[in-house]
């Protein structure tokens, strides 16, 4: 009978240790996903700031060229003027 109740305490003091190591994994799951949620929240801040600043660099590009293009014309017109 002693022999069973040991065995059984044996196999308590398992189940304790393989919970306490379970719920260290949890802890770790826990904390590895706020990090996980935390990088995604800055990539994505990130990600909206770029896409903001390219399609200002875009629309910055399309003033210059039309700007070029409204230069020149004048520079022609100008030149057709002095050539008269």
């Known amino acids: ?6 065995q059984i305490l044996a196999e308590l003091k398992e189940l304790k240790e393989g919970q306490s190591k379970m719920q260290l ?3 770790e799951i826990k904390t590895d996903g706020k990090d ?6 800055d990539l ?8 903001q600043n390219i399609s200002d660099i875009k ?3 399309k003033f210059l060229l039309h700007k070029e293009i409204e230069t020149e ?3 022609y017109a ?3 003027i002095k050539s008269k």
């Open 59 to 61: 629309d910055t590009l």
């Open 25 to 27: 994994d949890i802890s």
């Open 44 to 51: 994505t801040e990130f990600k909206t700031e770029t896409s």
């Open 36 to 41: 996980t949620r935390e990088q995604t929240a």
């Open 73 to 75: 014309k004048e520079i």
């Open 78 to 80: 100008l030149k057709q």
């Open 1 to 6: 009978m002693e022999k069973i109740l040991k």
